[in-house]
């Protein structure tokens, strides 16, 4: 942990869009939604296809 940020960086073994998707799924069964991710992350995760 940077003392001077209190941001806390960790190694893991998921890339940035599944990280995201998974962050996702769990605040969405608590009821929280997030209206707004940068363009730099949506442009990260996989297009879905229908």
Not at 16 to 43: C, M, Q, Y
């Amino acid at each position: 942990m940077n003392a001077n940020n209190g941001i806390i960086s960790q190694l893991s073994q998921y890339s940035v869009p599944v990280t995201i998707d998974r962050l996702e799924a769990i605040l969405e069964v608590k009821g929280i939604t997030i209206s707004f991710l940068p363009a730099s992350i949506n442009r990260l995760k996989p297009k879905k296809s229908d």
